[in-house]
């Protein structure tokens, strides 16, 4: 099994910040997907990037790709309390095989 | 579309004792996936399905769980004998496609199994 590892494991900030999570591995993804959880429900998918130096945007939220495909950051801008939860960042390293799922990023953004 | 329905939504059993749960993926998605999700940490994965074939049972305890996947569609997940360290929450997922292609993931609400 294949490690990712996510940074910070918690993050507390308060509504207006931004903040930045990192996920990375010593092995090349062939796609690498972001996951948020609420508390008592599943993972819900945010985002997937599958090309080294990737850019994708969603409203306040910029997932990057890094060029050489071992990372990938989650950038927020001026956090809400509604995006309070866990974020996982998920890869695949072989084709074939399922996600393999970092410890996740808990947010806590308060009012 | 519904979505993955999963039962029970929590359990609480003694160890030693048995438990199945149960998962009803998304219609016409061919794989579905079992994932342990201990407090604090991130899904692992215990079981991945394809139709109704394994593909990858790598990380499953075969010593006291099992998965059945009969038909291609509903799934159960068994724990026999049940020990405290399978406190978790059991997710079921399934994809319309294999993995490899970056393909989502469609989780259930999971099942919180308490073993005291």
């Known amino acids: 099994t294949q490690l990712l590892e996510q940074s910070p494991q918690f993050l507390s900030i308060q509504e207006g910040e931004n903040l930045t999570v990192y996920c990375n591995s010593s092995?090349?993804?062939?796609?690498l997907q972001w996951y948020r959880q609420e508390p008592g429900e599943g993972p819900v998918l945010l985002v997937t990037?599958?090309?080294?130096?990737e850019v994708k945007k969603l409203k306040r939220l910029t997932f990057q790709f890094g060029d050489a495909r071992k990372d990938s950051s989650l950038h927020i801008t001026a956090a809400q309390p509604g995006d309070t939860g866990l974020y996982l960042c998920?890869?695949?390293?072989?084709?074939?095989?399922?996600?393999?799922f970092g410890k996740g990023t808990s947010l806590l953004v308060t009012p | 579309e519904a979505g993955v329905a999963q039962s029970p939504r929590y359990k609480i059993i003694e160890k030693r004792q048995s438990v199945a749960f149960w998962c009803n993926p998304i219609?016409?998605?061919?794989?579905l996936y079992w994932y342990q999700q201990i407090l604090g940490q991130g899904p692992k994965l215990l079981i991945q399905?394809?139709?109704?074939?394994?593909?990858?049972d790598s990380q499953l305890p075969k010593d006291r769980f099992s998965a059945e996947r009969l038909k291609g569609v509903d799934s159960t997940l068994k724990i026999q004998p049940a020990k405290l360290e399978d406190s978790a929450v059991y997710l079921c997922?399934?994809?319309?496609?294999?993995?490899?292609?970056?393909?989502?993931?469609?989780f259930g609400n999971g099942t919180r199994l308490t073993v005291t």
């Open positions: 092995s090349v993804f062939s796609s």
């Open positions: 399905f394809q139709n109704n074939g394994v593909v990858d």
């Open positions: 990037v599958v090309t080294g130096g």
């Open positions: 998920a890869g695949e390293f072989d084709s074939g095989y399922a996600l393999n």
């Open positions: 219609s016409g998605h061919a794989t």
């Open positions: 997922a399934s994809s319309s496609a294999r993995p490899g292609l970056g393909s989502p993931l469609h």
